[in-house]
């Protein structure tokens, strides 16, 4: 890390949520491309129907929980071009979808061929009734990053556009406190962590839209156990890891210390022990129907490999889901809806 000036006017450095935010999110920033998402990294959604099949599922406990409400409401964060709305609306029940307003939330503008059904919002609505699903959003919420100087003291990583950095002036205030609750940086030089309090605060904004239901967020996750003592900021470009640089070309990343934007009530669950407990398993169908049923049998062993896949260690099934129930009576179909049986995240 250099704190060398001379390479540029002052106003050339910038902190990392500044210019991931521009990046990202900006009249021509990376999220506003016309491939979307999609043609860059590959998320569970993106793996296989399944995914959605599995939120569909936990939609339907949800709104057993809630009394099978008039109106149940389905929120997709960050939906990119709308493929989880769009399977999870296919995948409920012929009654459930009927009472089901499906609500797509992001910054790009809306597809031209996504279901009329789906409203296209930049923000959440207010009083969701139902699921509130975001699926690799906080990741893509930008933070600050602080490093340690040699003198032991934290210090905000300052950025150009070319993706250069320097040290700046040390982390204080609220983000200081951030990380001496959250992620305490050990006085060794070189040492990283990414201010996660921009991330808490986009989910608890998210979380107040939901009236009564489920609000989950799914993403690459680290606890207090195990923080990552340089930082996980990245980029992906299609389809591969890349040097994170802010100048729109890649998508900007770094995982989530779900942990802390749990609030009050939320549990961070591994994404394998989730989506089993709503019916997502990979065991491979009986060879015996192979002979009996072929298309069958192959048709199954494409599910299981994607069911694999969805749940798999050192993968996605690695992922952390953070569950907050808002207004869900503690009875057994409210338990099931918040997956009480599936052991936390730092039980495994």
Known sequence: ???????????????????????????????????????????????????????????????????RPARLDFVDMAAGRGELATGVLAALPAEVSARTRVYAVEVADRPADLPHRIEWLPEPPSGVRGLLFANEWLDNVPVEIAETDSAGVPRRVLVRRDGRERLGEPVAGAEADWLGRWWPLPPEEGLRAEIGLPRDEAWASAVASVERGLAVAVDYAHTARARPPFGTLTGFREGRETPPVPDGSCDLTAHVALDACALPGGRVLRQRDALRALGIVGARPPLALASTRPAEYVRALARAGEAAELTAAGGLGDFGWLVQPVGIPDSPVGREALLVDVPDHEEQ
């Open 1 to 67: 890390m250099s704190d060398d000036t001379r390479d540029g006017p002052a106003g050339d450095w910038t902190g990392w949520r500044a210019a991931a935010e521009a990046a990202l999110y900006g009249p021509d920033g990376f999220y506003r491309r016309p491939e979307g998402p999609a043609g860059h990294f590959r998320t569970s959604v993106h793996a296989s129907p399944l995914f959605a099949d599995a939120v569909a599922r936990l939609l339907c406990r949800v709104d057993e929980a809630l009394g």
